[in-house]
């Protein structure tokens, strides 16, 4: 099946910083798609970008598709940015989403 | 408000036991997933179903069962059969298999 990579696996901020999360993956994807687990568990979907760049307020992410990698920034981390940060990818339509083992986050005051 | 709700957010059972986990959208979804998450690991895919009535094996099934009788309920039963049953497990459900998934609060299993 298809490998997901993400790096760093953990990550350690001040306040105000900003980050950048990458996710690898072995094959073509035609859905690649980013979470963020909070402290208590709750999965939120960020991003749903098979390829290009998309913007949400103080985060963003990139897909290069034919290079296999996606990156998830996050600019002027607050501390509400903590916890994993999980992508996921599809190979072929039908086929299963394949999480990645995730990027912890620890934004500190 | 739309959403995926899970329940109970705790349960608690002894070894042996088959318990029932329950999963409930109102997103008119036609796809929906039960995930496992050990602690510190990513999310592992039990079961998944495109369409009522119909349902397939993810990665991990063994020990588990599932029903999709309605489009907007999709149980999870943890037979006494799973080995290490003890998780966190994470309900989602799509509108369409490739496309946004979005999660269920979740339910944190202890069997002792």
Known sequence: GIQVEQSPPDLILQEGANSTLRCNFSDSVNNLQWFHQNPWGQLINLFYIPSGTKQNGRLSATTVATERYSLLYISSSQTTDSGVYFCAVEKTSGSRLTFGEGTQLTVNP | ?112
């Not at chain 2, 070894?15 to 959208?25: A, F, K, R, Y």
């Not at chain 2, 991990?60 to 998780?87: D, W």
């Not at chain 2, 298999?97 to 944190?108: A, I």
Request: with cysteine.
């Open chain 2, 1 to 112: 408000d739309g959403g995926i709700t899970q329940s109970p957010k705790y349960l608690f059972r002894k070894e042996g036991q088959n318990v029932t986990l329950s999963c409930e959208q109102n997103l008119n979804h036609d796809a929906m997933y039960w995930y496992r998450q050990d602690p510190g690991q990513g999310l592992r895919l039990i079961y998944y179903s495109q369409i009522v009535n119909d349902f397939q094996k993810g990665d991990i099934a063994e020990g588990y069962s599932v029903s999709r009788e309605k489009k907007e309920s999709f149980p999870l039963t943890v037979t006494s059969a799973q080995k290490n049953p003890t998780a966190f497990y994470l309900c989602a459900s799509s509108r369409r298999q490739d496309l946004p998934l979005h999660f269920g609060n979740g339910t944190r299993l202890t069997v002792t």
